[in-house]
């Protein structure tokens, strides 16, 4: 899913980031949780899955666009959503902001297709302005029904780029299933200056135990404590049930402050449930719960790693396939219009520019899949565009452009469409080099259905351990459901029981973003930031999980005397 918010923050301008030779606009970073009361239920025999879909609306435009979701929680009318917002405030401007509750019934992507709950109008200044930055709304857009209540909560980011890494078990917690122990998960909260609580991390569940041990997670420090060290952490522990219906089993408070100190005596919580100990004389506590480890990195951003030298890679793989129809004809995805690109060399251009940028040398490979090629007419699903199988590199966007347009006359379309060839050609070349000084790129632009499936999805799930990410760009009107199993957002793509270990692919149609004024240019625009929104995130993940710093910035050469030169 695109739209997916960074984590990643920078604060107002201060001193330290003063940059002379450099323009910025000074942006405070707000974060919007988000949370529902009394929706509809929509579903027959359960409660409804609600998701809430974030708009902006552009200051010229006055288009609303996606900005982002919220993750999917089942079976609740009453969700409180761990994803958060992150927006720049601007004082100075009215940013309207759209938000969309929806009920979800299925995997599709496709908004349409699930069932809408109601929606909410609002600027970033409202709910900043409001009583604690809290804004409580009526959901409204079903005509005749009562919607539910939408509840947006601003807290200012501070700029704190730690992240802590910690893991916890816990001792004899209540037996709360009948039939079974308790299947326990916790809900970590944070505090709020106004004394309320937000929600900030939720562990995994641990089957049939009364003394789990939970897998580690990390979590930036401001989403735990936003700077503020000794801030109440409350925990809550829950039994899972199928139904959605959780069996709350106790609670204890913590704080950033004693969490640093780590495995002591003081690290052990006792799991208290305020009702029981009401009730019960003799109560002592529902389990206890005990720190195993802490650590705390400081996070190293996408620039620190641009910064230090780490080159982005750009590959290109154009489908070639007899389904995009004959180039000669206007109706075919490939056809070349004097006047205007076609949706594949649009794609290429949108997307090619703003890499480019991050290329030293400028020099590409461009592949071609599923043609038959010259003399012999044999198929290929891995051709160089510019007919150099010993040196597909073409120089520069316009010089992938000119490939392309010159092995349409050469080639003839035929098919099917697979892809592993193309993702394993690049990961090759990654897996040469994974000492984090490169990362590669494969823009995959393809028309139709994928024709080797379960290879893709070995080849991706092999791809997620190198330093590479993949676009993939669908153009023309062909379903695409396939390629949102690839873009592994909501369910981590897997292959014979393995699971990738990143998330390292992002699928959008190009139908989506063609504007209907024909301004071809907003339009690759809008794509380039969608399909690229993602690439930073994916090379700081791939660097974690190799433990790989950036390089130190080698030392400013600065000098007065010039070289002495010897005159020709």
């Known amino acids: 899913m695109e739209g997916d918010v960074t984590d990643t923050v920078e604060a107002t301008a201060t001193v330290c980031d003063f940059d002379p030779m450099s323009g910025s606009i000074p942006a405070t970073k707000v ?10 239920d929509r579903d027959t025999f359960s409660k409804s899955d609600p998701l809430v879909v ?4 552009g200051a010229e435009s006055k288009q609303w666009r996606e900005f982002g979701r919220t993750e999917v929680i089942d079976n ?5 959503f761990v994803r958060k917002y992150i927006l720049d405030y601007f004082f100075e401007e009215k940013q309207n902001l759209r938000f969309d509750v929806y009920d979800i019934d299925s995997k599709s992507p496709d908004l349409a297709k699930h069932d809408f709950l109601g929606q909410v109008y609002c600027t970033l200044g409202e709910i900043v302005g409001s009583p604690a930055s809290r804004l409580e709304k009526q959901l409204v857009g079903i005509p005749g ?6 509840i947006l909560s601003a807290e200012e980011l501070g700029n704190c780029r730690d992240y802590a890494t910690m893991q916890f078990c816990a001792n004899k917690l209540d037996k709360k299933d009948f039939f079974g122990k308790s299947d326990p998960f916790m809900v970590f909260y944070r505090s709020n200056e106004d004394g309320t609580f937000t929600i900030c991390h939720k562990t995994e569940v641990v089957k049939n135990t009364l003394n789990p041990v939970w897998e580690p997670f990390s979590i930036p420090v401001r989403a735990l404590c936003n700077g503020d060290y000794e801030r109440t952490i409350k925990v809550e522990v829950y039994d899972w049930d199928r139904d959605g219906s959780h069996d709350f089993i106790g609670e204890f408070t913590t704080s950033y ?4 100190r780590c495995q002591s005596q003081l ?4 799991v208290v449930n305020p009702k029981k100990k009401l009730k019960k004389k003799r109560y002592i506590n529902s389990g206890t719960v005990s720190l195993l480890s802490f650590n705390v990195e400081s996070e190293h951003t996408f620039l620190d790693y641009i910064k230090g030298g780490t080159q982005i890679h750009f590959t290109v793989a154009i489908d070639f396939t007899a389904s995009n129809g004959n180039p000669s004809q206007s109706t075919s995805l490939h056809y070349m219009n004097p006047y205007q690109m076609n949706a594949y060399a649009m794609a290429l251009k949108a997307v090619g520019e703003i890499i480019q940028d991050y290329d030293s040398d400028k020099m590409f490979p461009a592949l071609g899949f599923g043609a038959k090629l010259p003399p012999d007419g044999r198929v290929s699903h891995e051709f160089p565009l510019n007919g150099n199988v010993e040196n597909p590199y073409c120089n520069g966007i316009e010089g992938i452009l000119e490939a392309y347009h ?3 006359k050469t080639v003839q379309l035929y098919g099917p469409t697979n892809f592993a060839p193309v993702v394993n050609h690049v990961a ?9 000084s490169q990362y590669f790129v494969l823009l995959i632009i393809t028309d139709g259905v994928i024709s080797d499936m379960a290879q893709t999805k070995e080849a991706i799930v092999n791809a997620a351990k190198l330093p590479m990410s993949i676009i993939i760009v669908g153009v023309g009107q062909a379903e695409f459901d396939a390629m949102v199993e690839l873009d592994g957002d909501d369910v981590r793509i897997s292959s014979r029981g393995k699971l990738a270990e990143r998330d390292i692919v992002q699928f959008v149609p190009f139908r989506d973003y063609m504007d209907r004024t024909g301004n071809h240019v907003l339009s690759m625009a809008r794509l380039a930031k969608d399909v690229l929104a993602e690439i930073p995130d994916q090379l700081i993940s791939y660097m974690k999980s190799r433990a790989i710093k950036p390089c130190p910035l080698p030392p400013v050469y600065s000098s007065c005397v010039q070289p002495e030169t010897e005159s020709v």
């Open 76 to 80: 609740t009318l009453n969700p409180d």
């Open 145 to 150: 029904k009562t919607c539910g209540t939408i």
């Open 54 to 57: 974030l708009y902006t609306q």
């Open 428 to 436: 090759r070349y990654a897996a040469a080099v994974q000492d984090g």
């Open 267 to 270: 690290n052990v919580y006792e």
């Open 257 to 260: 402050k004693d969490l640093c």
């Open 406 to 408: 010159q092995s349409l």
């Open 31 to 40: 974060e919007i949780t988000v949370s529902c009361r009394n929706l509809l």
